[in-house]
Structure formats: C-alpha cells, structure tokens
C-alpha cells in the first residue's frame, strides 16, 4: 500500500514539473504563469487523481 502512495504522489510531481518544463522549453524563457499551472495540475492529479490500486 505504501509503494502505491509513493508511485501516485511521484507521478503528481512529475506533472507538476512537467508542464513548466516543457512550457520553457517551447517558449525558451520560464514563466511564472506556467509554474503556478504545473503547481496546479500536479496538486489537482494528487488531490483526485486515481487512487491506489488502480480500479
């Protein structure tokens, strides 16, 4: 059970950092506005994403 908490709170960071990332990388200059997205979407995923086990 705990393995799966790390695994869902893992990919709701990848998300988080993701979409910045990516942002940057197309527009070539990092934007606040796409780090507060990132924030956002990665809290929302771990918030009400899919709990573990997957159903």
């Known amino acids: 059970m705990r393995n799966g ?29 796409f780090v507060v997205l990132g924030a956002v979407i990665g809290f929302a995923y771990w918030y009400w994403g899919p709990q573990w086990p997957p159903l």
Do not use: D, F, Q
């Open 5 to 33: 908490r790390i695994v869902h709170t893992g990919m709701a960071l990848a998300v988080a950092v993701a979409v910045p990332t990516v942002a940057a990388l197309v527009n070539g200059a990092l934007v606040l506005e």
